[in-house]
């Protein structure tokens, strides 16, 4: 049973940092796509960071030299880095394995629970 459990959300002040932590088990995260999204309410789910199997990232321009992602193979775990935060990066951050694009929307073969991120002005 593949599970991905997210953690490290809470509350900070805008220009803070938090670090969010996706541990997997069921499946190893380094033969696999892993990747990061948000959704804050009454919005779509977002893409926020990409990892792939071989280590290349992508994020969505709105993060770019604030959030990191990264991963760590002995822990079989998925971080984000985020520095400098704004309050519109107020969500709930989702870990996702392999995901892809499906019609208008995101699909992938497992997702975390989820982690509040609020940050305030």
């Known amino acids: 049973q593949v599970q991905l459990v997210e953690s490290g959300g809470g509350l900070v002040q805008a220009g803070g940092s938090l670090r969010l932590s996706c541990v997997a088990s069921?499946?190893?995260?380094?033969?696999?796509?892993m990747a990061w999204y948000r959704q804050a309410p009454g919005k779509e789910r977002e893409f926020v960071a990409f990892i792939t199997s071989g280590g290349s990232t992508s994020y969505v321009d709105s993060v770019k030299a604030r959030f990191t992602i990264s991963r760590d193979n002995a822990k079989n775990t998925v971080y984000l880095q985020m520095n400098s935060l704004k309050p519109e990066d107020t969500a709930v951050y989702y870990c996702?394995?392999?995901?892809?694009?499906?019609?208008?929307?995101?699909?992938?073969?497992?997702w975390g629970q989820g982690t509040q991120v609020t940050v305030s002005s």
């Open positions: 069921g499946i190893i995260v380094n033969i696999n796509e």
């Open positions: 996702a394995a392999n995901p892809r694009p499906f019609l208008q929307s995101v699909v992938a073969d497992h």
